[in-house]
Structure formats: C-alpha cells, structure tokens
Nanobody
Framework: VQLVESGGGLVQPGGSLRLSCAASGFTISGYDMSWHRQAPGKERALVAAITSSGLITNYEDSVKGRFTISRDKAKNTVYLRMNSLKLEDTAVYYC??????WGQGTQVTVSS
C-alpha cells in the first residue's frame, strides 16, 4: 500500500499548483481521501477532504474558494488544485486515505 504525492514546488504569491496523490496497492474508491499540510514549527492540519463517493468535500477555512480537491477513480489518484497561493500556504503537503495511510509529502513553497 502506497501513496505518492507529486506536483509541489516553488511558486510566487498568486500562482497556482496542482498536487497529485497516486495510490497503489489499494483502490481509493472505497476510501475517504484528504490532504493535510505541515508548516515549519506547526502541527499537521487538515486542508481538504473528499468522501469516497466524491459527492462531499470539506475545506479548511483559509483555503476555501482557492483550493479544490478532486479524485479520479480510473487513475486511482487524488488531486489538490491550489490557486491564488499565499505565503502562508508554504508547507509540506501530505495525502491521506481514511486516516490509515499517509504519503511521504511534497514541499510547496510560496515566495517572491
């Protein structure tokens, strides 16, 4: 069982990134999926979540209207589209499946 995040990088304020979380060893269709982030000196926190059906999404207040979580069953992948990025979005972003499985994280740095 493995979750592999990708798509992080360095971006200027106001820019966009799309993170991907590719699952292997299990099918994401049966799992609630989520993205979390951990900034330096802070605890890991939930950013966005999507139910196994894909019908319900939930976002942390500071990212509402800017981030979008989605899932592609055919590709067994979950995405996090991040627009209008801010300096405070800088963190390591982690993918999670049903609070059971974690990826290794991908660094997102927002800097001018």
């Amino acid at each position: 069982v493995q979750l592999v995040e990708s798509g992080g990088g360095l971006v200027q304020p106001g820019g966009s990134l799309r993170l991907s979380c590719a699952a292997s060893g299990f099918t994401i269709s049966g799992y609630d999926m989520s993205w979390h982030r951990q900034a330096p000196g802070k605890e890991r926190a939930l950013v966005a979540a999507i139910t196994s059906s894909g019908l319900i999404t939930n976002y942390e207040d500071s990212v509402k209207g800017r981030f979008t979580i989605s899932r592609d069953k055919a590709k067994n992948t979950v995405y996090l589209r991040m627009n209008s990025l801010k300096l405070e979005d800088t963190a390591v972003y982690y993918c999670n499946a049903d609070s059971k499985y974690w990826g290794q994280g991908t660094q997102v740095t927002v800097s001018s």
